[in-house]
T-cell receptor, first 115, second 112 residues
């Protein structure tokens, strides 16, 4: 089945540690996105990529890094510089085109907590 | 002014009644509008999208768009307990590099 796979489902980070969240899609979508969701809050964009080997910062990129070496994969690293990493992380993908409708489809998310 | 604004709720609606969820947006050039449903602890699921003024119906769901007034709404007819969730309004911005901007969501509670 086509879809977006995020792993792991739960992740714990120690002080000073970098952790990487995986996101893989087999929908043949060009664009991929990372969002952070805090309790009772909307989705905030961390990074997005519309093409392989290119990505742009979103609204809250500080303390995070990404890579896009393959169309199917868009891993997110939460670095030790991110002082408040506890959140629900969501990966999404969409087609890219001019005009209106490119809805985003989401993976199941990764819940990150500090040990 | 917030870019995409929703009443946080909770909105309580009796089972079988119509639930009406509203969303306003600030970017007058926005072209595409989406409604996502998010159950507690789960990821958002796309349920409706609309890009033309007027109504769009899909089963029990109707999306309504009024670009002149900059609002979009979602109606859920014959509400069921399984409709209890948070509903996120999302708008594709014309000035934010075509990014989709999400509202904080409205919590809907269907009363059995």
């Amino acid at each position: 089945d086509g879809g977006i796979t995020q792993s792991p489902k739960y992740l714990f980070r120690k002080e000073g540690q970098n952790v990487t969240l995986s996101c893989e899609q087999n929908l043949n979508h060009d664009a991929m996105y990372w969002y952070r969701q805090d309790p009772g809050q909307g989705l905030r964009l961390i990074y997005y990529s519309q093409i392989v080997n290119d990505f742009q910062k979103g609204d809250i990129a500080e303390g995070y890094s990404v890579s896009r070496e393959k169309k199917e994969s868009f891993p997110l690293t939460v670095t030790s510089a991110q002082k408040n990493p506890t959140a629900f992380y969501l990966c999404a993908s969409s087609i890219v085109g001019t005009g209106g409708l490119q809805p985003q489809h989401f993976g199941d998310g990764t819940r990150l907590s500090i040990l | 002014q917030k870019e995409v604004e929703q009443n946080s709720g909770p909105l309580s609606v009796p089972e079988g009644a119509i639930a009406s969820l509203n969303c306003t947006y600030s970017d007058r050039g926005s072209q595409s509008f989406f409604w996502y449903r998010q159950y507690s602890g789960k990821s958002p699921e796309l349920i409706m999208f609309i890009y033309s003024n007027g109504d769009k119906e899909d089963g029990r769901f109707t999306a309504q768009l009024n670009k002149a007034s900059q609002y979009v709404s979602l109606l859920i007819r014959d509400s069921q307990p399984s409709d209890s969730a948070t509903y996120l309004c999302a708008v594709k911005s014309s000035v934010r590099d075509d990014k989709i901007i999400f509202g904080k969501g409205t919590r809907l509670h269907i009363l059995p």
